[in-house]
């Protein structure tokens, strides 16, 4: 029997973390659920992807400090020895023109995103095996920029800037590296948006509809597997046509 491949997932107990979570569990991979706040949430997660024949822990660390990510990663080396997939999805919104934009509020937002991407990911580098995948949740804000997002606009091109040049890196190992920038997604963090400000993104978006969390999770099912193993450093839009 074929050994089970494992999974981290950052920010997993809700929206698209949860999404990517079961939709890899569907695919017989066992599943690390990282969250922060919502243990309940965390511990429903587990739970219904054990139901799906598959091994799943929640471990909580806040991906923005580096020290809990390394204790996060040394109960993951614990329970499972090693990773074969890592998926940074953890993330902040706080938006703000940048004139009204105070310190705290960049530092909370680039922490979280690009830090944190960089935290869990630097702490992880020795339990992925040769042949692994790492997929890193930027966003098409990060390509294109956006108005009142200048600290979410410049986490997530970070994002994207790291995952090029880590690709370069672990090439030798066989190890692929990419990311999804998805466009406007129906999560807790969207929802907030006012109702006009939807409207008209919805005008913009060819495929007539907004994302759901599912749209992203087929993506990184498809990152995460055998046929993917010549893709790596590129970065794939998730939008429906609005970035055209």
Known sequence: ??????????????????????????????????YYRDEKEAIEVAE?????????????????RFEECAKMIETIKKKFGHLDILVNNAGALLDKALKNMTKGQWD?????????????????????????????????????????QTNYAASKAGIIGFTK??????????????AIAPGYIETNMTKDIPFIRKKIILVMIPLGRT????????????????????LTGEVIRVDGGLSF
Do not use: Q, W
């Open 165 to 178: 040049s880590l690709a370069k890196e672990l090439g030798k190992n066989k190890i692929t590296v990419n």
């Open 108 to 148: 909370l937002v680039v922490k979280t995103n690009l830090d944190g991407t960089f935290n869990v990911t630097k702490n992880c580098l020795t339990l992925i095996r040769d042949g692994g995948r790492i997929i890193n949740i930027s966003s098409i804000v990060g390509i294109s920029g956006n108005f009142g």
């Open 211 to 230: 994302g759901i969390p599912e749209d992203v999770a087929h993506l990184v099912a498809f990152l995460a597997s055998d046929k993917a193993g010549y």
């Open 1 to 34: 029997m074929t050994e089970r491949k494992v999974a981290l997932i950052t920010g997993a107990s809700r929206g698209i973390g949860k999404s990517i979570a079961i939709e890899l569990a569907k695919n017989n991979i066992n599943v690390i659920i990282n």
């Open 48 to 64: 219904s992807i054990k139901k799906l024949g598959v091994d799943s822990i929640y471990v909580k660390a806040d991906v923005s």
